[in-house]
């Protein structure tokens, strides 16, 4: 099992150097038949579980994702950052590692998070305004916004997100 965007292979495990492995997850010697490697290390395989909803991560798939110092299946990861891996304003993928702002359940690069109106970048501390899919600044909000005729409106201080 490695992490999506992972390139490190595990190292050779053989007969004669499995009875040292120790388990990430519970410490304990690994002298199991099957084992796991993920995020640089080796798991029992009843050990690697998911943080939400404790699925035994060997038995549902071959990769987990990891972020903010959970271990997370892949439905977990979509339900808690997001509905894809791509940006909602220019549909790129975006790296599990890369620092992302959300809006309404869609995902932005923190470049692509700009007001629709002025194309100024939205950034942690600004007050933008959601409404049908498009973000404006406050200075840009539309003015019906202004007279309350709106009501789809989100309006939220922006914390930047690590994907």
């Known amino acids: 099992m490695v992490n999506p965007g992972s390139s490190a292979q595990p190292p050779p495990v053989t007969a004669s150097t499995l009875s040292w492995k120790r388990c990430a997850g519970c410490g304990g010697k690994i002298a199991d038949?099957?084992?796991?490697?993920?995020?640089?290390?080796?798991?029992h395989s009843r050990c690697l579980k998911c943080s939400c909803c404790q699925a035994q991560l060997g038995e549902i798939g071959t990769s987990c994702y990891t972020k903010s110092g959970m271990i997370?299946?892949?439905?977990?990861?979509?339900?808690?950052?997001?509905?894809s891996g791509a940006c909602s304003a220019c549909g790129q993928s975006i790296p599990a590692s890369e620092l992302v702002m959300r809006a309404q359940g869609n995902v932005y690069h923190l470049k692509c998070f700009t007001c629709s109106t002025c194309r100024n970048r939205l950034v942690p501390g600004d007050r933008f305004h959601y409404i049908n899919g498009s973000l404006f600044c406050e200075h840009d909000r539309p003015t019906a916004l202004i007279n309350g005729h709106l009501n789809s409106l989100q309006s939220n201080p922006l914390l930047p997100d690590q994907k």
Do not use: P
Not at 34 to 41: K, Q
Not at 72 to 81: E, H
């Open 72 to 83: 997370l299946c892949r439905n977990d990861y979509i339900r808690l950052f997001g509905n």
């Open 33 to 43: 038949r099957f084992l796991l490697y993920a995020m640089d290390s080796y798991w």
